[in-house]
């Protein structure tokens, strides 16, 4: 299933992203903490050329602590001024810290103007509330769905610096359907193009194999069920999604799951894991 799911403006915004690229000191690259791999856009690697990179892991505070170290820990330093770093919104004082003392650290070789940073990344991982974090005040659109952000923002933080918010750019066709998949779970793909009950199906395995503690208490299940159909029918027994005949309404139990997952109700998890080194 190669998922297309490109609006308009995102080919706009791919277009206005390489013209601002030549004006920029640090690119930051927001990434989903609970699928680093699957979040990144191929597109910002390439437009960004040799400027100073940070791959932000957001969300972290949704995403397994013990994999996000690993994903950290796995970070290889590049000669090419890239670093990685892991934040969460519940802590704004500590990513603001972060996020600049990373920042001078890597452009070492600036001029004595105010260094010019800009954000970009896929639809609804988060680089709205990092501005808004970096700027100590609400000054972005915050929402759950993606695309929200249209146009470029570009705002003066409180150090001088300028910094630039793109708009979600989603590369224009995923090849890969489980990385597809992935995405629409997490909410980066609106469900217009992907339904829930196949984003349910699709997660559940994993759910099961790695976080199944995890569900049986959000759910209070006595036991863990066989496989992702019986999951989802447990969910929906125990949530009272019932049709005539007392058949689960598996569109009802599979948006509950992807909406709980997406919330953090059912804990912190991670969808994707690093491979272990050789």
């Not at 036991?223 to 992702?228: C, D, E, I, L, R």
């Not at 019932?242 to 997406?262: C, I, P, Q, T, Y």
Request: proline fraction near 6%.
């Amino acid at each position: 299933m190669g998922l297309q799911w490109f609006p308009g403006h995102m080919a706009r915004a791919r277009r206005e992203l390489a013209e601002r690229m030549a004006s920029v000191d640090v690119v930051i690259e927001v990434l989903d903490a609970r699928m680093p791999l699957s979040s990144r856009n191929p597109l910002v690697r390439e437009l960004r050329g040799d400027k100073a990179f940070i791959e932000l892991l957001s969300k972290s505070d949704l995403a397994d602590p013990v994999v996000t170290k690993a994903w950290l820990d796995a970070s290889v330093s590049e000669p090419n001024r890239i670093a990685a770093i892991a934040c969460s919104t519940d802590r704004p004082s500590e990513t603001r810290s972060k996020v600049f003392s990373l920042v001078d650290e890597l452009a070492k070789a600036r001029t004595n103007r105010a260094l010019r940073l800009l954000i970009a990344g896929i639809p609804n991982v988060g680089k709205s509330t990092l501005i808004n974090t970096l700027m100590n005040r609400a000054v972005a659109m915050v929402s759950d769905r993606p695309a929200v952000t249209k146009e470029q923002q570009r705002v003066e933080l409180p150090n001088g610096m300028t910094l630039t918010d793109t708009p979600g750019l989603m590369s224009p066709k995923i090849e890969d359907e489980a990385v597809a998949l992935r995405l629409a779970f997490g909410g980066a793909i609106p469900a217009t193009a992907v339904d829930y009950e196949t984003i349910a199906l699709a997660a559940a395995p994993y759910l099961l194999l790695h976080y199944a503690p995890l569900l049986e208490a959000r759910f209070k299940l006595g036991s863990t069920p066989a496989g992702a159909e019986a999951l989802l029918e447990a969910i929906g027994a125990r949530r009272g999604f019932l049709r005539a005949g007392g058949r689960v309404d598996m569109h009802k139990a599979s948006e509950v799951l992807v909406n709980e997952f997406r919330s953090g109700k059912l804990g912190r998890i991670s969808l994707e894991r690093p491979e272990p080194s050789p």
